[in-house]
């Protein structure tokens, strides 16, 4: 069975940065696509940055271009997002979802998802 841990996240002051991190088994991580999605209170689940099986094409919505870094570790099957010089609009749960197929970010298209981590940006 798959199995997709994140970790890393908590509460922090706007524009400090945090690394979140997506462990997985269960699965061949090389040949996935991944991605990194939150979903703040009363709100929709959005895509935030996803990534290629390759690593060599990457997505990233228009309100964390620039700040949010996605990378991953195919040997480590280990997926991270480094946030920097976060906003309280940051404040989500942030999802770490795989899929064999996926093209794009669009979060109804990931079909291995993980538990969630808080963020939390205080102003």
């Known amino acids: 069975q798959v199995q997709v841990v994140e970790s890393g996240g908590g509460l922090v002051q706007a524009g400090e940065s945090l690394r979140l991190s997506c462990t997985t088994s269960g699965l061949t991580f090389g040949d996935y696509n991944m991605g990194w999605f939150r979903q703040a209170p009363g709100k929709e689940r959005e895509g935030v940055t996803c990534?290629?099986?390759?690593?060599?094409?990457?997505y990233y919505a228009d309100s964390v271009k620039g700040r949010f870094t996605i990378s991953r570790d195919n040997a480590k099957k280990t997926l991270y997002l480094q946030m920097n010089s976060l906003k309280p609009e940051d404040t989500a749960m942030y999802y770490c979802?795989?899929?064999?197929?996926?093209?794009?970010?669009?979060?109804?298209?990931?079909?291995?998802w993980g538990q969630g981590t808080q963020v939390t940006v205080s102003s």
């Open positions: 990534i290629n099986w390759r690593g060599d094409s990457t």
């Open positions: 979802a795989a899929d064999l197929g996926v093209s794009g970010c669009q979060y109804t298209k990931y079909t291995s």
